[in-house]
C-alpha cells in the first residue's frame, strides 16, 4: 500500500516533487530533441541541488528585466503593452541557449497598479523616468510603532482595515469597513458600510485590477509555455520572505524596524511568530501547481551591514530558519538569495538537513562558503553584476572559470550572477554558458 503525503519523509516528498518537474504534466514539447533537453537540462538541476555531480555545472543567467532592454524596449512600456512583453522575452528565449528561462512574471501589469493607486512602489512613469529600467520601493512605516498588537491579534483584519488603505489610494474608504470576523448569525448593520460609494468604488478598483491581471498572466502563461515546449525548464515556482523582512521591508520601514530592535523587541517577535505560519503557507499554495519545487528567498534586511552577528542569531536567523525547515519538511527546495553580503553568518547558516536548500551568493566570499558550508548546502552565484554589465567577455569568461574551479569539486554548484542585470552586453551573458561548457563538464 502506498504512503500517503503526510506518511512521507521529507526527502521522500521532495523526490516526489523532483519527479513531476522532470516530467511536468500537461506539458507538450514541441519536439522529441526538446524534451531530451528538457530532461538533461532538469537533471543537472536536481543534482546539482542534491550535491551530486550532473554532467556539468549547470548555470542560471542573470536576466530580470534584461529582456525588455535586449529586445530595444523598455520596462516602462512592457508593463502596459503585452505584445511587446511577449515579444521581448520571445526574442530573449530564442537568442539564448540556456540551462533554464525566467518569464516576464515580476514585470508588474502597470494599469493594475493604476488602478488601486498602488503607494508602495515607484516604477517607469510613476515617480521614476520613463525610461529607468527597474522600479523601486517607497520606505515607510506603513505599520505605526503601536499597531504591533492589531497585527499580532488578528493579521488579516490589520491588512485589510489598516494597511490597504494606506498602501493603495483607491482603498482608503476601507478604513470604514467593520471587523468580518463579528459572529452575527443574523447580519443587519454589518451591510451599511457596503453602500458607502467609496468602499464600494474601491471594490471595483480591486475588480479593475483583477481583470486586467487575468490579461497580463495570460500572456505570462503564453510565453513560459512556449519556453517549456521548446525545452527550458523555470527553476523558481515560488517567492517566500523572512518574517523579519517583512516586517522591515513591507510594514515597518529599514528605520522603523532597526529602532524597534531596541524599544520593542519582545513586539518584534512575537510578530515574527505570527507572520511564520502565513509566509509557509503563501508559499506551499506558489509551488503546489508549478512544475519546479524551487521557492526563491531573497533575504534583505540580515546582511552583514544591517545587523550584528548578535542581532541576527536573535532576531532574524529563528523565524527565518521555522520558515524553510517548514518548507523543506513539504519537500519543497528553498533557494536562499543573501543579497549583499553574508561573510559573517557562514557559521550559523549551514544549519539545514544536507541537500535541502541552495544558498545563493551576492558578494559573499564564494569560496568561503564552499567550505564552510558546501557539504550540506548546494552553492550558488556570484559573477559580480557590475562586471556582467560594464566588463568584457572576456573578464566574465576568465571568472567564471575561477568560480567552477573553485565552488564546482565534489558537485553542488551552480553558476550565476550575483543578482540580475538590466542591461549589458549580450556577449557577457553568452560569456557564462560558454564558460559552463568549457570549464563545467564532470568528467
Known amino acids: 500500500m502506498e504512503k500517503t503525503w503526510a506518511e512521507l519523509s521529507p526527502e521522500e516528498k521532495r523526490q516526489e516533487r523532483f519527479k513531476r518537474w522532470l516530467s511536468p504534466p500537461g506539458v507538450t514539447f514541441a519536439t522529441p530533441q526538446a524534451e531530451k533537453l528538457y530532461k538533461e537540462r532538469v537533471t543537472r538541476f536536481i543534482k546539482a541541488f542534491s550535491l551530486q555531480k550532473p554532467d556539468r555545472v549547470p548555470c542560471i543567467l542573470p536576466t530580470g528585466f534584461y529582456a525588455a532592454a535586449y529586445a530595444g524596449t523598455n520596462l516602462g512600456t512592457v508593463m502596459y503593452d503585452y505584445d511587446e512583453m511577449k515579444r521581448a522575452w520571445l526574442k530573449t528565449l530564442h537568442d539564448f541557449d540556456g540551462d533554464t528561462y525566467v518569464p516576464p512574471a515580476l514585470v508588474p501589469p502597470g494599469r493594475s497598479l493604476d488602478a488601486v493607486d498602488y503607494k508602495l512602489y515607484k516604477w517607469p512613469g510613476h515617480g521614476l523616468a520613463k525610461t529607468t529600467l527597474s522600479y523601486q520601493a517607497v ?14 491579534r488578528d493579521p488579516s483584519d490589520f491588512w485589510l482595515r489598516t494597511y490597504m488603505p494606506r ?44 481583470n486586467e491581471s487575468l490579461k497580463w498572466i495570460a500572456v505570462v502563461g503564453e ?3 512556449q519556453s517549456l515546449s521548446l525545452g527550458f525548464p523555470g527553476v523558481m515556482s515560488g517567492l517566500a520572505k523572512a518574517p523579519f523582512d517583512t516586517l522591515g521591508d513591507t510594514l515597518r520601514g529599514t528605520q522603523g524596524i532597526m529602532m524597534d530592535m531596541f524599544q520593542r523587541p519582545q513586539k518584534v517577535h512575537e510578530a515574527m511568530e505570527r507572520i511564520v505560519p502565513i509566509a509557509v503557507e503563501g508559499a506551499l499554495a506558489s509551488v503546489a501547481n508549478a512544475a519546479a519545487p524551487v521557492i526563491i528567498m531573497p533575504l534583505h534586511k540580515g546582511a552583514d551591514t544591517f545587523m550584528s552577528v548578535k ?24 533557494m536562499l538569495f543573501a543579497e549583499g553580503s553574508y561573510n559573517k553568518r557562514l557559521d550559523i547558516i549551514g544549519d539545514f538537513p544536507k541537500g535541502s536548500v541552495a544558498w545563493y551568493f551576492d558578494q559573499t566570499d564564494i569560496f568561503e562558503a564552499k567550505k564552510k558550508i558546501g557539504d550540506r548546502c548546494c552553492i550558488v552565484g556570484n559573477v559580480p553584476t557590475s562586471m556582467i554589465m560594464t566588463g568584457t567577455p572576456q573578464q566574465v569568461k576568465e571568472h567564471c572559470r575561477k568560480l567552477i574551479e573553485g565552488c564546482a569539486p565534489g558537485g553542488g554548484y551552480v553558476l550565476a550572477g550575483g543578482a540580475n542585470v538590466d542591461e549589458g552586453n549580450p556577449e557577457n551573458l553568452r560569456a557564462m554558458m560558454a564558460a559552463v561548457r568549457e570549464y563545467g563538464v564532470y568528467k
Do not use: C, H
Open 139 to 152: 520606505e515607510g512605516e506603513w505599520m505605526k510603532p503601536g499597531e504591533y498588537d492589531a497585527l499580532i
Open 167 to 210: 498602501v493603495f489610494g483607491a482603498l482608503k474608504a476601507f478604513t470604514q469597513l467593520p471587523p468580518l470576523t463579528g459572529f452575527e448569525e443574523i447580519a443587519t448593520q454589518s451591510f451599511l458600510p457596503f453602500g458607502n460609494p467609496e468602499v464600494q468604488a474601491g471594490f471595483n478598483a480591486l475588480m479593475q485590477a483583477g
Open 223 to 225: 510565453v513560459a509555455g
Open 311 to 334: 542581532q541576527y542569531e536573535t532576531f532574524y536567523w529563528p523565524t527565518f530558519r521555522k520558515v524553510v525547515m517548514a518548507l523543506v519538511n513539504e519537500g519543497v527546495f528553498p
